[in-house]
């Protein structure tokens, strides 16, 4: 039974350009939430996907946005990238809104 | 005021020690508690779920006081294993479906 997938694992951008995440959920769960987690930080939380809408957002700019596939995968893209947005980006998945979330590897993003 | 606030630490015990965390949360009307675990460069690990009455999973105590909005995480006879840092989540709240709202994290070092 896999688990939460991330890819990539490592990601070097530069200021200005667009980056694209993917994340694959636990099988058997449907709704998929995105966290940033910078450096000495606990996650902040992006937003949630559920029945490929987004159903709730956190205090993140429209630069940040997402998309919930039928297969229940998600992606989270991010334009004009700043330097604040290197960190560690989480995807957890869980099965229905509010239970127990599981958490990906993650993907590293440097902005340079 | 963050809506989780915990003691980043360090906190450095000699192995067999017990150790206590605590951390405070601003929203009254946050439904769900948890610990999550996290190894350095690893994505964060649900330790347990903490309920008003305590819960005790082997060597892991937790605590939660609504009253003072307080929740606490009690280690006994620490390992070097347990060395990570802790995670106080919490979730749900008015409008809150599912996201999870993390304090910055508590790094224990068990010494031998």
């Known amino acids: 039974d896999a688990g939460v997938t991330q890819s990539p694992t ?20 449907d709704t998929v939430s995105w966290y940033q987690q910078a450096l000495g930080q606990g996650p902040q939380f992006i937003f949630q996907y559920y029945e490929e809408e987004e159903r709730q957002r956190g205090n993140f700019p429209d630069r940040f946005s997402g998309h919930q596939f039928p297969n229940y995968s998600s992606e989270l893209n991010v334009n004009a990238l700043l330097l604040g947005d290197s960190a560690l980006y989480l995807c957890a998945s869980s099965q229905g809104l509010r239970e127990t979330q599981y958490f990906g590897p993650g993907t590293r993003l440097l902005v340079l | 005021r963050k809506e989780v606030e915990q003691d980043p630490g ?14 405070t949360y601003s929203n009254s009307a946050s ?10 460069r690893k994505e964060p690990k649900l330790l347990m779920s903490v309920y008003s009455s305590g819960n005790e999973d082997g060597r892991f105590t937790a605590q939660l006081n609504r ?22 989540v919490v979730k749900g709240g008015s409008g809150n479906t599912g996201k999870l709202i993390f304090g910055q994290g508590t790094t224990l070092q068990v010494k031998p």
Do not use: M
């Open chain 2, 10 to 23: 360090p906190f450095n015990v000699p192995e067999g020690a017990t150790v206590a965390f605590n951390c």
């Open chain 1, 10 to 29: 490592h990601l070097i951008k530069t200021r200005g350009q667009q980056v694209t995440l993917r994340c694959s959920p636990k099988s058997g769960h």
């Open chain 2, 31 to 40: 439904q769900s508690f948890f610990w999550y675990r996290q190894d350095c």
């Open chain 2, 67 to 88: 009253a003072s909005q307080y929740i606490s995480l009690l280690i006994r006879d620490s390992k070097l294993s347990d060395s990570a840092t802790y995670l106080c």
